[in-house]
């Protein structure tokens, strides 16, 4: 049977060339990096290697570049980092209605411990309003954290504008663009962020690796202590072969940036239109401008996403509802609520994210096989859209 992988937004698989730059660094090249001796030294070259691999993709200085184990503790770092080390300044946080879990499960946090937290909406689009953003600004706010890609609808934020905005009033900006980095132009200096979380398995590097950019001259408090490493500011024996890794996925990214992109949004669009065309009743979530090149997420009405990807499965095929991260609830989908999908119609929705092994034949196989499985499904629940469905 075919396999074919479309949820490279819930992760990649690591690339040939990154992986052998990371086997050595298992084996004989196995030093601590604090060691002072040329084993030691050795592996402290190629943390420096990876910073520098790192920064240069998003155009920050390798000193601004802390490497994390992931998006998630990046994310983390940021938001407690900022409010423990602001908190005689003020309380008061504002994010977005559609952030990752990493960030609204840490606010949520924040609350209790008594933060506020002010949640933005997103238009019809999936965007959130600049203007809102800067009514909700009061003399109490220490923090703004608005992510650059989503990972469930792929809509792209005004970053620059934001981080603008923020910068105007004396407030920090913090962006997850763990789904941006590789996808859509990265430049910290240009949109003027004070801080960014990156993730490595999200661009074909190995997981539990990322990266928290902190712009020179932003302090913040340690999320994790310990050692020295990262000059005093995330303790801990580094993730050598992760950081490795990582830092020759970015090399690629940038490298293979353009290529990418329109590798990715050609297929993407090509299963799109073969979708809305071949399959009635079926939505597309979000615009299609300032969007993930990868990222599709539609609405099959009458039926439900579940199913799809179920029976999807028995054809070797991956894709997801909603977010990896909410596909064992039954909870509706934050982002496409947020988005104002109706709570039927978020039930009958999946995403489809394609990525560089993707090729048209996948395309084809899994739109023949969705076609057939869609037909099948409404078949079954006819007796539901008999009901006024
Ligand atoms: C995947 C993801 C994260 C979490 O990154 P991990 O490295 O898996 O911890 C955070 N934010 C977004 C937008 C993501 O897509």
Known sequence: MRNVYLDYSATTPVKE???????????????????????????????????????????????????????????????????????SKGNHIITTKIEHHAILHSCAYLEKEGYEVTYLDIDKDGRISLKQLEEAITDKTILISIM????????????????????????????????????????????????????????????????????????????????AQENRRRAGTENLTGIVGFGKAAELAKANFKGHVEHCSSLRNYLKDRIISEIPDTYVNGTMENRHPGNLNITFKYIEGESILLLLNQFGISVSTGSACSSTSLEPSHVLTALGVPVEMIHGTVRFTVGDFTTKEDIDYVVDNLKKIVARLREISSVNSKKGW
């Open 148 to 227: 650059l890609v989503n990972n469930e609808i792929g809509t792209v934020q005004p970053i620059k504008e934001a981080a603008a905005i923020a910068k105007k009033h004396g407030v920090l900006f913090h962006t997850d663009a763990v789904q941006g980095l590789g996808n859509v132009d990265i430049d910290v200096k240009d949109m003027g962020v004070d801080m960014m979380s990156m993730s490595s398995h999200k661009i074909y590097g190995p997981k539990g690796s990322g990266a928290l950019y902190i712009r020179k001259g932003v302090v913040i408090d340690n999320y994790l202590h310990g050692g």
């Open 17 to 87: 060339e990154v992986l052998k730059e990371m086997i050595p660094y298992f084996t004989e090249k196995f030093g601590n990096p604090s060691s002072l001796y040329d084993k030691g030294l050795e592996s402290k070259d190629a943390v420096t290697h990876a910073r520098e691999q790192v920064a240069d993709l998003i155009n920050a200085k390798p000193s601004e570049v802390y490497f994390t184990a992931g998006g998630t503790e990046s994310d983390n770092w940021a938001l407690f980092g900022t409010a423990e080390k602001l908190k």
